[in-house]
């Protein structure tokens, strides 16, 4: 493994990542972005942009799925990832949260939140203290511990996903669509935990959503991806605040909603990945 | 009085000859779990597997060390299938898996006969197929002393493997990856090793089936076939639930002797061989999903 400064304020740094599944089809075609360490960073776009593709790209999953990145090059703290497994990416700290939860069905909640600490050895006394604090930032899992896992809601399956992944002591989780089929009070919940695990337990998180509204709320930068390039990047306040984002993905627009890329040609740059800072500009 | 006491010595005998089904059906039910691929190759790896003990037995080794180096060797195939079929075949579809594990078989049983030849083996486990003298005395059933080992060792057996999976750090990292290994690779839980614990684990109860069916009929290529019994066992069960193996060994085992005692002799005898398989289409028709066929849960 190729060690690189260790230290950098970037805990994770993609360059120009292209991929492809089964060496024909092409899913991300440019995409770079960097998650300063300690933050919050949304990768956000619709349906097919390439927001899972890239966390997989990031935790090694995808050769599981005949997907290989092809050009570029990702860095996580001071590693450069290469024919790494998952196994050993959650060894160096890093766990992803799949897309639609995928919680173990058969097993009991507390038995699902154990799973997450196999890459650890730990003492049994030291494990009741990992359950402990994990059930202190989710209380509701507390509730149902013993219950099975494919018998509970979604808003609890999804808690249960992220406390699993926490169980790993990651420095780092990539979390995919934490919000998706859940009812806004249960999204809010869900962020507040998240927010609070960032802040108290210093974990950086990349975490792909559609809901652009409250990803970026919670969040402190992010990019924009549409069909495998980055379109638009920034702190999570600039793209609140900015019209094109406001008008096609914040629904505050008169007009019916565009593709981003119409927006970008009809202002002659489509070519341009448009950083609306400089804070974030490599 | 002596009619009702035969037939209680009849089930008795079915029962204890089930668990044995119950037992191969297991080293299926485990595979399936993990990587949800039928294996064709258990019938082959029984066969194998009490081959290379009884070889190692003329070879001049005790009992128990050949026993434990027989485990070490099936412990080396599943790793070596793990290594060499199953990881370059992960993210194929479960029909190549399946085709893999028939070819598995063929390689198994060419690489057993050409280590060990094909004359039939006797294996002595010092055992004998007669009635034990204290069940005579105090039940008045006749119960054949090699069927009740069989029958105790293979209960023993599926106890410790399910309490290895309930209890150890392994059989949960099993049981998770049997729900979803995607999922279970996302959080560390390293699929290869799981792999080879259940190949493993498949390897030892094909072990001990095939010595408690080759002490009474021989160590014979026919193995392979009465491995195969497990299949109606598992139709009858459910692929991917233990306790379903084990209660179908059961059933099978005591229908086959009971319809083989009580109606055999209409059908002119020996209908053992294809009676099990009977029952499973009827289960087929009326219960596709076995007795204890899971229902997929899922919620959004
Ligand atoms: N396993 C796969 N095999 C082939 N193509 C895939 C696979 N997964 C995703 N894709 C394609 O890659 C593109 C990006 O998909 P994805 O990363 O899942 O998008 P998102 O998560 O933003 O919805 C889509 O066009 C999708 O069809
Ligand atoms: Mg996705």
Known sequence: MNKVNNNSEDILKIENIEVMYDSVISALHDVSLSVPRGKIVALLGGNGAGKSTTLKAISTMLASERGKVTKGKITYDGTIISNQNPTEMVGLGMVQ???????????????????????????????????????????????????????????????????????????MLLLDEPSMGLAPQLVAEIFKIVKELNTKEGVSILLAEQNTNIALRNSDYGYIIETGNVMLKGTAEELLDNDEVKELYLGISKEGRKNFRDVLREEGNSKEIKSLSKTTNS | MTEFLFFIEVVVAGLLAG??????????????????????????MVFFAVLAFVGFMELGLPFFVAFIVTILLMGLVGYCTERMVLKPLMNQSEDTLLMATIGLGFVLEGLAQAAWGVEVRRLDLGIGDFPIQWIIDTFGLFVSALDLTAGLVAAFLIIGLSLLFKYTKMGLGLRAVADDPGAASSIGIPLNNIMLLVWTAAGVVALV????????????????????????????????????????????????????????????????????????????????????????????
């Open chain 1, 97 to 171: 949260v799949l897309e639609g939860r995928r919680c173990f069905g058969h097993l009991t909640v507390e038995e699902n939140i154990i799973t997450g600490a196999y890459s650890r050895k730990l003492t049994n006394s030291e494990m009741k203290n990992e359950l402990e604090k994990i059930y202190s930032y989710f209380n509701r899992l507390k509730d149902r511990r013993k219950s099975q896992a494919g018998f509970t809601s979604g808003g609890e399956q999804q808690m249960l996903a992220v406390a699993r992944a926490m169980m790993a002591k990651p420095k």
């Open chain 2, 19 to 44: 668990t044995m089904y119950s037992l191969v059906a297991l080293g299926f039910v485990l595979i399936y779990k993990a990587s949800s691929t039928f294996n064709f190759a258990q019938g082959a």
């Open chain 2, 209 to 300: 089936a095939g010595m408690m069916w080759g002490a009474r009929a021989g160590v014979q290529f026919a193995l392979v076939d009465l491995a195969l019994k497990a299949l109606p066992v598992l139709i009858i069960g459910g692929f991917s639930s233990i306790p379903g193996a084990i209660i179908g060994g059961l059933i099978i085992g005591a229908s086959e002797k009971v319809l083989e005692v009580y109606i055999g002799p209409y059908f002119g005898g020996a209908i053992e061989g294809w009676a099990p398989y009977v029952l499973a289409i009827f289960f087929l028709l009326y219960r596709p999903e076995g007795l204890f066929g899971e229902k997929i849960i899922r919620r959004v």
